[in-house]
């Protein structure tokens, strides 16, 4: 089992779409969570931080479920710009990254 | 603020070949770290760096990848001998303290193609 799961997809949404992606991984020691962001044929770049109280950023929210071992990233009213590769990473002492999930966002 | 540099951006080698990759860090950071990165994965941690110190290397083949930070600033990636499944994104990235809590600013990468 990887440590990090991540749907890879691509997920084809239109402009103003919400969507969300989710990540569940395997430490239950895990001690912090991040969403990274990763253009194409770019380096990964930190979108935000996760917390159990939940947050968000503009149209970008996220949540953690400990219990589940569960991460989740919402995009409320998908931009064009918003086409990209969503990197789960889990801090286990070390970043462990998901495989990341695709999504293109259409006009 | 000047990013992380990497070189160089793009390789081409044949197995068997030797290679080796440089990164110079954000002027200040005290942690280095080495990634793989293969097409379709996620970065994958390869070597971490405090200072000029080694933090964890539990993931670097060292049958024949090696890295070093001598001075506690830049560092080099070396390859020897190259395989075909080396072929990948190594990605160079630094933080300002250790603890991976810490954002890691990336560098735009090194992608090598063994043939």
């Known amino acids: 089992r990887k440590e990090v799961e991540q749907d890879p997809g691509p997920f084809n949404v239109p402009e103003g779409a919400t969507v969300a992606f989710n990540c569940t991984y395997s430490?239950?020691?895990?001690?912090?969570f991040f969403w990274y962001r990763q253009d194409c044929r770019k380096e990964p770049k930190l979108l935000m931080s996760?917390?159990?109280s939940g947050n968000e950023d503009g149209r970008f929210t996220a949540q953690l479920n400990r219990a589940s071992q569960y991460i989740s990233l919402l995009i409320r009213d998908s931009k064009l710009s918003d086409s990209a590769t969503y990197l789960c990473?889990?801090?286990?002492?070390?970043?462990?990254f998901g495989q990341g999930t695709t999504l293109q966002v259409k006009p | 603020e000047a990013g992380v540099a990497q070189s160089p951006r793009y390789k081409i080698i044949e197995k068997r070949q030797s290679v080796a990759f440089w990164c110079n860090p954000i002027?200040?950071?005290?942690?280095l770290y080495w990634y793989q990165q293969i097409l379709g994965q996620g970065p994958k941690l390869l070597i971490q760096?405090?200072?000029?110190?080694?933090?964890?290397d539990s993931q670097l083949p060292k049958d024949r990848f090696s890295a070093e930070r001598l001075k506690g600033v830049d560092s080099t990636l070396k390859i020897q001998p190259a395989k075909l499944e080396d072929s990948a994104v190594y990605l160079c990235?630094?933080?300002?303290?250790?603890?991976?809590?810490?954002?890691?600013?990336f560098g735009p990468g090194t992608r090598l193609t063994v043939l």
């Open positions: 002027s200040g950071h005290a942690t």
């Open positions: 990473v889990v801090n286990t002492g070390k970043l462990i």
């Open positions: 430490n239950s020691a895990s001690q912090s």
């Open positions: 996760v917390y159990s």
């Open positions: 760096f405090q200072n000029n110190g080694v933090v964890d």
């Open positions: 990235a630094s933080s300002l303290v250790g603890g991976s809590s810490h954002e890691q600013f």
